[in-house]
C-alpha cells in the first residue's frame, strides 16, 4: 500500500481543510484511492512550524488554535516558520502549498515550489499566483525533475476544469472558454438583483469567506484575470502575461443596469474569457457582459463558478460548481494527488 509523506505549507483554510480531510478519510482512502496520507511538516509564515517524520496527528492539527506562533504549543513545534527545512528536509514526497496569492510576483510561494521541484518532491498547489506568473518556468522544472506540478484548485477550486479540459477534452480541439470565475463577483451580482445595494452584498460575501482579503481584487475583475492566464496558457497552449489580458470589473454596474437586465430576461456577469483566432494567436479579456437567458452562463447564480469551454468536436461543453470553500479547495489537493498517484504510485 502506497503511502504518501506530505508537508503543508501555509496553514490557512486550505491546508486545515485538507488535514480535516486526511483525519475524516485517511483510512477509506486506502480502499477507495489505494493510497494514505501521512502529514510529516506544517509551515505558516504566522504560526510558525513543525516536522514529525513519523507522522502528525491531523486531528490536533486542525484544533490548533490560529494565534501567532502557534505551533511552538505542540511537542515538537516551533512558533517560526522554517519554510526550507519543512519543505526540503522533513522527507517530503509532496509538498502541498498553499499560501496567500501573490498577484505582483508570485512570492514567497513560487520559491516554495521552485525548492521543492528542484529537491524531486512532487508539488500540489492552490496557489494562482506561481501559476499564473511562473506557471512554464515551475512546469519546466518539474520535468526536468521527473516529478509533477499539479494545480487543480487554482481555478475553481475542487470542480474539475483544468484536469476535465486536458484529458476528458483532450482531441476536442478547444478553441476557446467563457467563464464565471469568481464567486463573489457572481454572488454581489446575484444579491443585487436580489436588492441588496453593491456595498451590503460585497459585506456579504466577505462575512461568508468567499471575497480575497481585499475585495477590489474579486470585484475589479483581477482574481479572473489570473485564472484567465491560467486556462489560456494550459488549454490553448498560449503564453499569455497577465498584462496581455484586458481587464474591468462590475463596480460600474448599477442598480438600475441590474433592474433593466432582468426586466429584458438578461443578466450581467463578470465573464472571463479566451479565444484563439484563425492566425493562431490567442485574446484574452475579463469584463461584465450583459448574457442573453439562453446563454449557457446566464443562469449561474450565487457563488457558484462555470466555465463554458468552446470546442471544434462538442461545441460548447459547460461545467459549474464551487469555486471557492476551504473543504471545496482542499479537495483540489487530494485531487492532485489522486493525479500523481495515477502517473507515479503504480
Ligand atoms: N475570492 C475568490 C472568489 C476565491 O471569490 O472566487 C477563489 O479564488
Known sequence: MTEYKIALVGFGGVNRGFAQLVADHNAEWKVALGFSVRIVGVTDLFLGSIVDKDGLDAKQLVALPTEKGAFAQLPGGNAEAFNETVIKHSGADIIAEATFTNPV?????????????????????????????????LKALARRNNVAFEYEGAVMSGTPVIRLARQALAGSNILGFEGILNGTSNYVLTQMKNGLTFNEAVTQAQQLGYAEADPSADVEGFDVRLKVVILANELLDARLNVSDVTCSGISNITAQDIAQATADGASWKLIGCAERDVQGSVRASVEARLLPGTHPLAGIGG????????????????????????????????SDIVAIHTVYGK
Open 105 to 137: 510576483d508570485g512570492e514567497p510561494a513560487t520559491t516554495f515550489c521552485r525548492w521543492a521541484l528542484e529537491s524531486g518532491i512532487h508539488v500540489v498547489t492552490t496557489n494562482k499566483g506561481p501559476v499564473a506568473l511562473h506557471g512554464a518556468e
Open 303 to 334: 457563488a457558484i463558478n462555470a466555465v463554458s469551454f468552446h470546442s471544434e468536436l462538442l461545441g460548447a461543453v459547460t461545467v459549474s460548481g464551487p469555486g471557492a470553500g476551504r473543504i471545496e479547495t482542499a479537495f483540489a489537493l487530494l
